[in-house]
């Protein structure tokens, strides 16, 4: 059974950094594509940034300059390095994996939390 596992959220001051971490359990498990979505109180989950096997990356524009997404494959684990924080970055982030085999499967994580304060 494939578990995806988030760490590395808290509370940071605006202009500041997290670093995000995602690891994947499930020793067939070989995701194509891995990235993080977020959600804050009343609104709908988005899409921060993903990264597929091959390494292409994708981004949101909010976040284009500010963050990056990287990948251990080998380890199953993926991260995300946020700086320059924004209070507006304040969202529980998702880790998020897809496996396309015969048919598409998506995974999710329970969730960390990230606060940005001002």
């Known amino acids: 059974q494939v578990q995806l596992v988030e760490s590395g959220g808290g509370l940071v001051q605006a202009g500041g950094s997290l670093r995000l971490s995602c690891a994947a359990s499930?020793?067939?498990?070989?995701?194509?594509?891995m990235g993080w979505y977020r959600q804050a109180p009343g609104k709908q989950r988005e899409l921060v940034a993903t990264i597929t096997s091959g390494g292409s990356t994708n981004y949101a524009d909010s976040v284009k300059g500010r963050f990056s997404i990287s990948r251990d494959s080998a380890k199953n684990t993926v991260y995300l390095q946020m700086n320059n924080l924004k209070p507006e970055d304040t969202s529980v982030y998702y880790c998020?994996?897809?496996?396309?085999?015969?048919?598409?499967?998506?995974?999710w994580g329970k969730g960390t939390l990230v606060t940005v304060s001002q």
């Open positions: 998020h994996a897809q496996e396309k085999v015969i048919f598409v499967m998506d995974y």
């Open positions: 499930g020793s067939t498990f070989r995701p194509d594509t």
